[in-house]
């Protein structure tokens, strides 16, 4: 099993490659699969803003399209000029990770100096509407 800080490494090497041009708000996410492979993804900003694709969606959106369907963590980072403040998923791709995650799944919030603070999706999440809310 890989380590938290190796995640989170692979979030920061992720949000390098951001496309950010508007909000200059740039984030890095790094999926860990439960077979330990590690999928990353980073914001894709647009002009007409609608379009753009949080950190979070690219990393599952690649896994998924991977054939990948079992998820245990995930690392993010994010922040204007550094990664100095912690930087928590979006309703949307709480949502997301509510379709291929368990309550446990965990979610790493990294900072630059190297602090971690961790959830899982039930406390992101409480009350989530998932697959199981449709089936009868």
Do not use: H
Request: glycine share 8%; hydrophobic share 40%; charged share 20%.
């Amino acid at each position: 099993m890989i380590d938290e800080r190796a995640l989170i490494a692979a979030a920061a090497e992720a949000r390098t490659r951001s496309y950010s041009p508007y909000s200059r708000f740039a984030v890095g996410a790094a999926l860990l699969t439960a077979s330990g492979k590690i999928y990353t993804g980073c914001n894709i900003e647009n002009a007409a803003y609608g379009p753009s694709n949080c950190a979070e969606r690219t990393a599952f959106f690649t896994a998924v399209s991977q054939g990948e369907r079992a998820f245990t963590a995930i690392a993010i980072v994010g922040g204007r000029e550094d990664w100095d403040s912690f930087c928590a998923p979006c309703g949307v791709c709480r949502q997301v990770m509510a379709e291929f995650c368990q309550d446990s799944f965990r979610i790493l919030l990294g900072r630059s100096d190297g602090a971690v603070r961790e959830f899982t999706l039930k406390e992101l999440l409480p009350m989530r509407f998932g697959p199981e809310n449709l089936q009868e």
